[in-house]
Each structure stands twice: as C-alpha cells, then as structure tokens.
Nanobody, 123 residues
Framework: QVELVESGGGLVQAGGSLRLSCAAF????????MGWYRQAPGKEREFVAT????????YYADSVKGRFTISRDNAKNTVYLQMNSLNTEDTAVYYC????????????????WGQGTQVTVSS
C-alpha cells in the first residue's frame, strides 16, 4: 500500500510558476514509477507527466511539454512537478499517482492516488 500526499498548489497569475510536491509513504518508492494527472472542472482526469523509477526517463503530455518538469528524489520519497509559464488552461486539481512496484512508467495511471491539490491560474 502507498499513501501519497500532495502539496504546493495555489493561486498564481498567468505566466507564473508553481512547484508541486508529492510525498510517498510506504515501501519501495525507488522501485515505483510515478506520475502527475490533472482534472479541470467538467473535464475528465488527464495525464500530465510520468517519471521512471530511476528518474532517467520522463514523458509529458503535449500540452505541458517544454513548460513542466517532473523530477524525483528517491532519498526523500518525493516526486515534484515544476510548472512554468502557467496559463488559465492549466487550472485544475493536480493528482499524484503511483504505479505498482517495478511497473514501467507509461501514460496509464497506477492504482494509487493522492488527494489532489488545487492549482488556479488567473488571467
């Protein structure tokens, strides 16, 4: 079982930046691919970014490529999402996601979710 706790959301003006953090509690963090997803009002939850167990491989949705960076610190059991050049379309609840240990990082979410953190971008 893995518990995920997100933090770092908030209100930011368009063009600004935020960094989200996700602390993972449980076993085998360094063996677990991690990801970020988001859900805007009235829309389905969508893939944002994922990172491999080692952190060497990352994948991004086209809508955030070049603006967002996913990273991880296995010593701290934490995954991050640095978000730059934010725009109003990035407004959503952002969710941290974990795969089962040793699964490959893909755009398909794993079974473990955090509670979400709200990101609101004002124009």
């Amino acid at each position: 079982q893995v518990e995920l706790v997100e933090s770092g959301g908030g209100l930011v003006q368009a063009g600004g930046s935020l960094r989200l953090s996700c602390a993972a509690f449980g076993r085998s963090f360094s063996s677990t691919a991690m990801g970020w997803y988001r859900q805007a009002p009235g829309k389905e939850r969508e893939f944002v970014a994922t990172i491999s167990r080692s952190g060497r491989s990352t994948y991004y949705a086209d809508s955030v490529k070049g603006r967002f960076t996913i990273s991880r610190d296995n010593a701290k059991n934490t995954v991050y999402l640095q978000m730059n050049s934010l725009n109003t379309e990035d407004t959503a609840v952002y969710y941290c996601n974990a795969n089962r240990p040793y699964e490959t990082a893909t755009m398909t979410p794993g079974p473990y979710w955090g509670q979400g953190t709200q990101v609101t971008v004002s124009s």
